[in-house]
């Protein structure tokens, strides 16, 4: 039956899932960004999908954060309200997957153990679940065999995990070659598994409508680059006398714990400030 059925070409499937993945991890490193910003109190922002910004917050409110991350991945996975169409129902399904992961991920390393275990435990859970249920979804126009599930795995999660650990390797963001290897193998892991037979309706099967998303991730993930910078990163700090992009440094953690954030100086020190920082604090 599924022989007869319209399936899109597996170049657009390919850049529509890189195209979300990219656009919920960015979205994923902008709330943990906000967070820190009200957490803190101190406008330095810096929200890239290969990196976070400074951190010094308290690790019992980084550990709700890590609940609240785990919480919002388990509500998108199960209910999110979408409507039937293919790419509708996959970006669900991919929100859950890096809230899962990068969300968690970013946070759990920071939390206290009996914060971080459980959730990274259900976070692990959550993300498999997701991606079966991709695979379900994508069983409505393919046969998925072992084959065409590791072909699957091959256009949708490869292409962006390399992309994402390779930017993470280039800002020296060890955490985030981490996540990406993680993104990359619990996919891997699951098209192992035979997913749940459901067929189901699902409109636009042939992706039409890729062009939004795929500008929005350029554009996404093309500006952080240029504003934060990769390897050399930089940062926006507001202050009551306006706002400037300075040089920052991103974080090199030497265990999970010390997964801090300002490089080698005490936060709030003098030194590890700017003037335009200390006026404004």
């Known amino acids: 039956m599924l022989e007869f059925r319209p399936r899109p070409p597996l170049w657009r499937l390919a850049l529509v899932s890189a195209s979300q993945i990219l656009v919920a991890v960015w979205l994923t490193s902008l709330a943990i960004a906000a967070m820190e910003i009200v957490a803190m109190q101190r406008w ?12 010094g917050i308290d690790p019992q409110i980084i550990g709700i954060a890590t609940v609240v991350a785990c919480a919002l991945a388990a509500i998108a996975l199960w209910l999110w309200p979408t409507r039937q169409t293919l790419a509708t129902r ?7 997957q890096v809230l899962a992961i990068y969300g968690v991920g970013r946070l759990a390393p920071r939390a206290p153990l009996m914060y971080s275990a459980p959730t990274l435990v259900a976070a692990i859970v959550i993300a498999f679940v997701a991606e079966r249920r991709v695979l379900s979804l994508l069983g409505n126009i393919f046969a998925l065999t072992l084959r065409t599930r590791l072909e699957l795995w091959c256009l949708r ?10 930017m993470s390797w280039l800002a ?28 189901e309706r699902v409109d636009d099967l042939h992706l039409q409508r890729i062009a939004k998303i795929a500008i929005v991730a350029f554009i996404l993930i093309a500006g952080s680059a240029a504003l934060f910078g990769v390897r050399d990163a930089r940062a926006i700090v507001v202050t009551p006398r306006g706002w400037s992009i300075e040089p920052y440094g991103l974080r090199r953690p030497q265990s999970p714990l010390s ?14 400030i700017s003037s335009d920082q200390r006026a404004f604090l």
């Open 259 to 272: 997964y801090t954030g300002v490089p080698k100086r005490r936060l709030g020190s003098p030194q590890s």
């Open 90 to 96: 996959h970006f669900a399904h991919v929100v859950a």
């Open 157 to 166: 999660i490869a292409p962006v995990a390399g992309f994402l650990g390779a």
């Open 172 to 199: 020296r963001d060890i955490l985030g070659i981490y996540l990406a290897c993680a993104f990359a193998a619990i996919p891997f892991a699951v098209a192992f598994v035979e997913p749940p037979k459901r067929f």
């Open 44 to 55: 330095i922002f810096y929200a890239t999908p290969w990196g976070v910004g400074a951190s």
